[in-house]
């Protein structure tokens, strides 16, 4: 029977609880446990694939297609888990359910109500994950902050469910802040009491406090800790900024996390082996031996969170070329406004993500030609692989105003368009073309040369495709359909025969780099940016 390790979070929101719990996996997983994770999110939206990227961040895609919490980004570069749709659960997702059941006549002649039914669901959600699936140990993140209203029902499920499961089958961690207080030159605990508080006003009493501080914590305050809040002195577990995020779990190891976790669960698992993530992944990152400045071309630059696996994939090609990673955030409107040389000058790589809207378009569209036109190193990742053949369309074969027909309905040169399928669509929520699709490669390109196979399986989420009519032309001036779907022919990797590295994809590549596993075309990214 699987056991459940249950993360919530305390004082303020963006404390790390999903590197935590990804940690968590990574040092269980290091001492031979197989282990699951789940994110937990409060709102309504059934999943955040309709919301905007100022609301939510980046839309995480699983193998299966599901539009996901980032966090489960996190916990797939972090672990081996593969995770799936059932591995997030939002409020919206289990409302959906329950009313559709009640709708159906499931719960007749009974009134429906948050007690049992909302927090029944949330229940067979967390542990139907493991079934049948010889997992050791589920990790459960609840998303927001303790005393949310909108978290209730979840921790009361998770409440029930400790019980139910008994001590030795299910622990919470509850990861909270410890200010550094300057006018008072020291620490404070309040915050962590509060929050403490607050858990266990709702019934549930922490196993064990992470605490996120930027600097050291004393022993003083550590007992203070243990003591207000009823843990453990070992439990108090002080987690401090660090400069990548994939030290954390060696952090915590040095701190006892993962033994702690042992004795709690009674776990039966051998001693922690981190020597892989140390050697591939940590010492590479503190000693690099060169230096690569890659320009990110975006339109939501300002916020940390919207490419997110974009920058981590960075990060990965970075280690795997044993150098140090500088990341120049451009506001595509910035370049709209003027020129694109004005803030690409001297970059080694220009990298142009995914995106929806025409807002921002005609800065990337100037990018690419900068990096076209320049030979610098170019990677184009959905938009960014559209817009790449709305600039060599517009600026080499000559078809002036070419454009998506996203942007521009009525343009003379559909280059990117909708497929049949796709125009019938009226729904927002889930119908994109999402998920793993295969690719085909052809040999003797910068793609083949990357994967080094002729078939790869990649994420997708996106509407428009290329349009095939125009296939011939750009074929004739230059334009390489190195990557294509072999039941759909649908274009999937472009390149250019004239540039040193030019690769551009209509899937996803981010979402499957690991930082001991660089995804091939962020490795080679790098690679084509260092010379
Ligand atoms: N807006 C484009 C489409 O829907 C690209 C999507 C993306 O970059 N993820 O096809």
């Known amino acids: 029977m699987a056991k459940y390790i249950f993360v919530t979070g305390g004082v303020v929101s963006s404390l790390g609880k999903g590197i935590a719990s990804a940690s968590v996996g990574k040092l269980l997983e290091s001492r031979g446990l197989k282990v699951t994770l789940i994110k937990c999110d409060p709102y309504i939206n059934v999943d955040p694939g309709t919301m905007n990227p100022y609301q939510h961040g980046e839309v995480y895609v699983t193998d299966d297609g599901a539009e996901t919490d980032l966090d489960l980004g996190h916990y797939e570069r972090f672990t081996s888990a593969k995770l799936t749709k059932d591995n997030n659960i939002t409020t ?69 469910l400790k019980l139910e499961l008994g001590r030795e089958y299910a622990i ?177 790589g220009i990298l142009v993500p995914g995106g929806f809207g025409y807002r921002g378009i005609e800065g990337k569209i100037k990018a690419i030609k900068y990096a076209r036109e320049n030979k610098i190193p170019f990677l184009g990742i959905c938009l960014g692989m559209q817009t790449a053949v709305i600039e060599f369309a517009r600026n080499v074969c000559g078809m002036n105003n070419a454009n998506s027909t996203e942007f521009d309905e009525d343009t003379k040169y559909p280059v990117i368009s909708l497929l049949e399928e796709q125009k019938k669509v009226k729904d927002k929520g889930a119908t994109m073309r999402l998920g793993e699709y295969e690719c085909r490669i052809s040999k003797g390109t910068l793609a083949y040369e990357a994967y080094k196979k002729n078939s790869i399986l990649e994420r997708h989420r996106h509407r428009y495709e290329f349009n095939d009519k125009y296939g011939e032309v750009m074929k004739k001036n230059g334009m390489v359909f190195s990557g294509v779907n072999p039941e759909s022919s649908l274009v999937e990797i472009v390149e250019l025969k004239d540039h040193p590295w030019f690769v551009a994809c209509q899937f996803h590549p981010e979402f499957k780099s690991k930082p001991d596993k660089a995804h091939p075309l962020f490795r080679d990214f790098i690679k084509a940016a260092l010379k």
């Open 92 to 160: 919206g997702k289990v409302y959906y359910s329950v009313i559709t059941k009640e709708r159906k006549g499931d719960y007749l002649g009974k009134t429906v109500q948050i007690i049992p039914h909302i927090t029944d669901e949330i229940k067979n959600g967390i542990t139907r994950i493991a079934s049948g699936k010889n997992i050791d140990v589920v990790i459960v993140e609840i998303g927001g902050t303790v005393g949310d209203i909108e978290g209730l029902p979840f921790l009361e499920a998770i409440r029930q």
């Open 172 to 348: 919470n961690i509850h990861v909270t802040l410890v200010p550094y207080i300057k006018s008072a030159g020291e620490i404070k605990t309040k915050p962590t009491q509060h929050s403490v508080g607050t858990l266990r006003e709702i019934g549930i009493i922490p196993d064990i406090i992470l605490c996120r501080a930027d600097r050291e914590i004393s022993k003083e305050a550590k007992e203070k800790i243990a003591l207000f809040c009823n843990v453990d002195k070992e439990a108090v577990i002080p987690t401090i900024d660090v400069k990548s995020i994939y030290e954390v779990p060696l952090n915590l190891h040095k701190e006892g996390l993962d033994n702690l976790i042992v004795r709690l669960l009674h776990l039966k698992c051998g001693d922690s082996d981190l020597s892989d993530w140390e050697n591939n992944v940590l010492k590479r990152i503190r000693c690099p031996k060169s230096e690569v400045t890659i320009a990110v071309v975006g339109k939501y630059i300002t916020l940390q969170d919207t490419y997110k696996s974009i920058y981590e994939a960075l990060v990965h090609g970075a280690i795997a070329n044993d150098t140090r990673l500088l990341i120049k955030k451009i506001d595509s409107e910035d370049i709209e406004k003027s020129s694109a040389e004005k803030y690409l000058k001297g970059v080694q």
